[in-house]
């Protein structure tokens, strides 16, 4: 396997795409300081699973990719492609040229390919697990990897020899079995308390789920009797209601006789009602697309504010982020601090550990000496003694007890005696007592069921008197419906400006879609009067009344250009700049039936005066016609209008003949006077409404009274039906009682006759303890000779045995603050590392708010232009709903003479109506019984009323249903859903039974492979140690001319943890540790422990990073002398500014800054 090229896009510090070719032998990258050289060596480290920022010199993740410059944008992505050849098969692949590319966006996304297929992290690392490549691999050596060689810690440098032992891949093994491992545990901890929880249950389910069947069983008997009482209620109403619907049929063909006649006019009018319909729908369509539209126009207004909200919420969010950023850095650098003090502390208790352990081996080998054989044997001899005399003593100790226990047997069954006769007595008392309130609930139930009676004719009544409250809130809501038709006729047609000039009407629509510059408005509406002046006053102005007040007499032109080219006909305009008339206060007519000036009795703006003056100048309101000629004749001058709306002007001339009917005036006065009775309408039918819900309410409060005296009723039943239960239980307890007694009396005769038995066993086994007694005082003298011979030794093996305690507890209590310690030491550390993901987390928040920001900002730009073009779409919908009203209002204007006509017809079917409203409450009251049943019936049990099979329905009454229910309730709270609750647990018991016996199996399983991938570790790092300390020892000598070194594992006892300790001696100086060396010495033996582990297991490559900076020109000259001599071995890639380094490369790559802060590459072949 060869590395053949590496190719850089957005990489750092390049930009461009940048493809560099390495030949076989040796390849040197050179350039000056800050060019980027190193990260051509940060870019293999990157491509090959690299995830520390911290060993690719960055801050964060992101900051791999290309930041831009003055002169060029940032890119919006990284990418590195390196490519090896596979002749060899040294890769478990079939392709001949393997070709592993990264790439990670700026929005964090990162992704692995493998000759161009998608592929994980995971992928690539077991590619090259045991090649010597990869990011822990020692391919790329820089002066991180010399410093690890170099470190204090033997630890460090035991990566590099794993990854040439090929134990990294049986690492990566014990990892994936170690983390199978901890969740095989973790799920069978899980599994275990799940199956203590059922098992707690199984036996609570068994006894609810028997119960469960036997309520189901109830249920469905209590369902027979409920459905067949609920069937013969419902038979009943059925037969109401078809009485009922006969009168109802007879209202009915009453109604059609009259709306025959009714008919007969409408039939006129049907064709230009249709026609109105259709007017009518065609503006509420409009309408209604208007009112979607414009809820859409307030929803996005809504939607606005409710982004400008959110655009808030984010700017406080980038805030947040930034102070946490803040926080983060703080805590970063105590746990540096902390991890400094926590080794110091480590250290010095490992030192005094390994102390305590040795003293203690000492004092347990010195007491391993004394000997106290003889003593034992005695001290069992007195022992087994000390056993028989026990075995006698508990044996004549039981007798005693048995005695005791029989006396205390006696003792109890008196007692149990005198108080199961105290027992009889008190039953037979309460046997009494039960009596006498059992006669007392039966006088109790016979008064409350005459109040339930009493209470049930008293909501009979009341339910009628609700019914005719109903038929009286039903006729007044028909005569609400009819003001209210009659209102909007009115409307419509002062609204349409029916009975006007041609010419008025076109005016007013056009002005009121503002097609006019300046303002007008009729002499009509800027007036009004006293209803009773209302005839008087528009006689006296007549055609006046469609006059157009506009402001000023130019601006009569516009108008009257429209109505000529539209050929409208003439209208009448008064500009007021034109009107400068005096005011009537300066005569005065004295008589009872003038009342006044016409222009005195209406209402109006000051600013119209001069107009009124004109228009009604001089004329008087009189109360009658005679009163107008009478007093004309004293005063010719005036013109005078009678309340009748006869008139005598003042020339003498006469109007007048039948009444005249008010239209424009009185039209207004009946609008007001229709709102007026509306209202008045509608506040007594708000009224009868209230009523209604008081009287329904007073019906509610006596209804719970009503069930309260039920349930008191069935309270009492049942107090009665326990009572009686009671008595029964009591003359059964009676009875027991007696037997119990007499049993009792039996026991104690046979109890005294046993205790002359007892007697006699306790004598006996007295004499035999006394016998035991004697050998025992003969045998404790030997063992007071014995005693008094190892007096001496027990007194030295105490002291110790003290200071062996006082060591123990010292060592324990020191390893558990050494292990605390390291757990700290850990945690800081684990902190630490995970600080980078921290800061990247936070970054990629910060950027999503910011992307989260411009998109709602996009978002109010397009909110804005729909609210501006709506704006447009309400007016064109304007103009739609005019041209609709003008063709609608002439057909209005040819409907409203025979409106009147209907009206009079339809109040004589109302009349026939009402009488209907009657029959139809009667059938809507049974209608709703009925519908309940068939409801009840449905949501209780989902049967359908009408499919329900009478010879399936039994004979049943209340009681029977009753009964049933007190047995339901007698069971208590069931659970229907244990029954399938316990065969369900039964079943998952047995699943889950099972699978912790495979889960079990699992984890020997997964032990044994941890045990087998350790000891394999264990062998194929101590042989390829031994290698590599031969070629170590070679290879320094090399190049130092002479002198030795040597490595050696830590602890030989713990190889798959140890770390690897060095020793060195350059020639004329003494073996010495490699931290006393000289800081090139140091260096050049780390680079020969480098060489030596690519001499056991060369790899493909090596990229060496400067790692010769440390040399002086001596020590550098050996160091490419040794290079030159292995360079046809494995492929060399040496990244330096050293020209000595430089003169055994056969290629040279020269990497400068042609454009500040992006790198481009020059090549040079050497032959």
């Not at 009286?472 to 047609?493: C, G, I, P, T, W």
């Not at 009323?945 to 007698?970: F, H």
Request: aromatic letters at 8%; glycine letters at 4%.
């Amino acid at each position: 396997m060869r590395l053949n090229k590496l190719i850089l896009k957005g990489f750092k510090s390049f930009a461009n795409r940048t493809e560099i070719v390495f030949t076989p032998g040796v390849t040197t990258v050179v350039g000056p300081n800050g060019s980027g050289k190193s990260n051509i060596s940060d870019a293999v480290r990157w491509v090959l699973g690299e995830q520390s920022n911290k060993s690719l010199r960055a801050n964060k993740a992101s900051d791999v990719i290309f930041q831009g410059t003055e002169e060029k944008k940032a890119l919006g992505y990284a990418q590195v492609s390196i490519i090896f050849s596979n002749d060899d098969n040294a890769l478990p692949v079939e392709y001949q040229e393997v070709e592993v590319t990264r790439r990670m966006y700026r929005s964090g996304e990162s992704e692995f390919l493998i000759n161009n297929k998608k592929a994980r992290m995971k992928d690539v690392r077991e590619l090259f697990l045991d090649t010597g490549v990869g990011k822990d691999g020692y391919s790329i050596i820089g002066q991180g990897r010399i410093d690890e060689i170099l470190s204090n810690k033997p630890e460090d440098r035991r990566a590099i020899f794993e990854e040439a032992s090929g134990v990294s891949k049986y690492r990566y093994k014990k990892e994936e079995s170690l983390r199978k491992l901890e969740k095989t545990e973790a799920n069978l901890l899980r599994i275990k308390d799940i199956l203590y929880e059922i098992e707690q249950n199984e036996a609570r389910l068994k006894g609810e789920s028997e119960k469960a069947r036997e309520y189901k069983g109830l249920m469905e008997e209590y369902k027979k009797v409920d459905v067949s009482i609920s069937y013969n209620a419902y038979e009943k109403i059925e037969k109401n209601l078809l009485k009922f619907t006969a009168d109802k049929d007879r209202l009915i063909d009453d109604l059609k006789l009259s709306e025959i006649k009714n008919k007969e006019v409408e039939e006129s009018a049907a064709p230009l009602q249709a026609e109105l319909k259709k007017y009518e729908a065609l503006i509420d369509e409009i309408k209604e697309q208007r009112n979607k539209d414009l809820r859409d126009f307030d929803i996005n207004r809504q939607k606005l504010e409710i982004n400008k909200e959110k655009l808030r919420s984010i700017e406080d969010k980038v805030l947040d982020n930034k102070l946490k950023e803040k926080e983060h850095e703080n805590k970063l650098l105590e746990s540096e601090e902390k991890i400094k003090t926590l080794t110091l502390v480590k250290k010095s208790s490992e030192e005094t550990l390994l102390n305590l352990a040795n003293e203690l081996e000492k004092l347990k080998n010195e007491n391993a000496s004394f000997d106290r054989t003889s003593y034992d044997d005695a001290i069992n001899m007195g022992m087994e003694l000390d056993k028989k005399i026990e075995a006698l003593r508990l044996s004549i100790e039981n007798y005693k007890n048995n005695k005791n226990s029989q006396n205390q047997k006696l003792k109890d069954i008196e007692k149990k005696i005198r108080d199961k006769e105290n027992d009889l007595n008190k039953q037979n008392d309460e046997f009494k007592k039960y009596n006498e309130e059992l006669n007392d609930l039966n006088n109790l139930f016979s008064k409350k069921e005459e109040l339930y009676k009493k209470a049930k004719d008293d909501i009979t009544e009341k339910v009628d008197d609700l019914a005719k409250s109903k038929e009286n809130y039903f006729a007044m809501e028909n005569d609400l419906r009819v003001l209210q038709k009659s209102y909007e006729m009115h409307k419509n047609l002062e609204e349409n400006l029916d009975g006007y000039y041609r010419s008025v009407k076109e005016i007013s629509k056009a002005a009121k879609k503002n097609y006019f510059k300046s303002n007008s408005r009729l002499v009509v509406d800027i007036f009004n009067c006293d209803e009773k002046y209302s005839l008087a006053i528009e006689s006296a102005l007549q055609s006046n009344l469609q006059a157009i007040v506009i402001d000023r007499d130019d601006d009569a032109k516009e108008y009257i250009d429209f109505l000529k080219k539209n050929n409208y006909g003439r209208a009448t305009f008064y500009p007021l700049n034109r009107y400068n008339f005096k005011s009537n206060e300066n005569y005065n007519i004295n008589d009872k039936d003038a009342i006044g000036f016409a222009s005195e009795l209406i209402n109006y703006d000051k600013k119209y005066d001069n107009l009124f003056n004109s228009l009604l100048q001089r004329t008087v309101v009189t109360t009658t016609f005679d009163a107008a000629l009478r007093i004309s004749k004293a005063h010719k001058q005036y013109r005078y209008v009678s309340l009748d709306g006869q008139i005598i002007n003042s020339s003498g001339s006469i109007v007048g003949g039948s009444q005249v009917k008010s239209s424009f005036i009185s039209r207004k006065h009946m609008l007001n006077k229709l709102m007026d009775e509306i209202n008045e309408k509608k506040n007594a039918l708000e009224d009868a409404k209230k009523l209604l819900i008081n009287k329904e309410e007073e019906i509610k409060s006596e209804k719970i009274s009503y069930d309260k005296l039920n349930e008191d009723i069935l309270s009492i039943n049942e107090k009665i039906n326990t009572a009686k239960k009671e008595i029964n239980s009591l003359e059964i307890n009676i009875t027991f009682a007696q037997r119990d007694i007499s049993e009792a009396k039996t026991q104690v005769e046979e109890i005294n006759k046993s205790f002359e038995a007892l007697d006699e066993h306790i004598s006996q086994g007295n004499n035999d303890l006394d016998a035991l007694n004697k050998e025992k005082e003969e045998h404790e003298k030997k063992i007071e000779q014995e005693k008094e011979l190892i007096k001496g030794f027990e007194e030295e093996k105490e002291r110790r045995n003290e200071k062996l305690l006082q060591i123990s507890v010292e060592k324990s209590t020191l390893e558990l603050k050494l292990e605390k310690t390291v757990e700290d030491i850990a945690f800081s550390e684990e902190y630490i590392a995970r600080s980078n993901d921290i800061k990247e987390s936070l970054a990629n928040d910060y950027k999503e708010l910011n992307q989260n920001k411009e998109a709602l900002e996009n978002e109010n730009t397009s909110i804005m232009d729909f609210l501006k073009k709506n704006e447009e779409l309400e007016q064109e919908y304007i103009d739609k709903i005019n041209q609709k009203t003008d063709e609608k209002e002439k057909v209005l204007s040819k409907i409203f003479d025979l409106q009147n006509e209907i009206k009079a017809c339809q109040e004589g079917i109302i009349a026939i109506k009402d009488e209907i409203n009657k029959n139809e409450v009667l059938l809507a009251r049974n209608e709703v019984m009925k519908d309940n049943i068939k409801e009840k019936l449905s949501n209780d049990y989902f049967i359908n009323v009408e499919n329900i099979d009478k010879e399936s329905l039994v004979k049943a009454s209340t009681k029977d249903l009753k009964e049933l229910q007190e047995k339901i309730d007698a069971l208590g709270d069931v659970s229907l859903s244990s029954i399938k609750e316990y065969e369900d647990t039964l079943t998952r018991l047995e699943f889950l039974r099972k699978q912790y016996d495979d889960m079990q199996d699992s984890k020997e399983d997964l032990l044994n492979i941890i045990d087998d991938i350790d000891e394999t570790i264990k062998i194929k790092f101590k042989d390829n140690f031994n290698i590599i300390q031969g070629y170590f020892s070679e290879i320094f000598q090399n190049l130092f001319g002479g002198g030795e070194a040597k490595i050696y594992i830590s602890d030989e006892n713990d190889i798959l943890n140890s770390g690897i300790e060095i020793e060195a001696r350059p020639p004329g100086k003494s073996m010495q540790s490699l931290s006393l060396l000289s800081g090139g010495e140091k260096t050049l033996t780390a680079i020969a422990l480098l060489f030596a582990v690519l001499k056991s297991k060369p790899s493909p490559f090596c990229i060496l990073d400067e790692i010769d900076a440390a040399l002086d020109d001596a020590n550098i000259s050996k160091y490419t002398a040794y290079l030159d001599r292995i360079k046809d071995e494995t492929q060399f890639i040496l990244i330096t500014h050293r020209k000595v380094t430089m003169e055994i490369s056969d290629a040279i790559y020269g990497i400068t800054m042609k454009e500040k802060g992006i790198s481009s590459i020059l090549s040079m072949k050497l032959t």
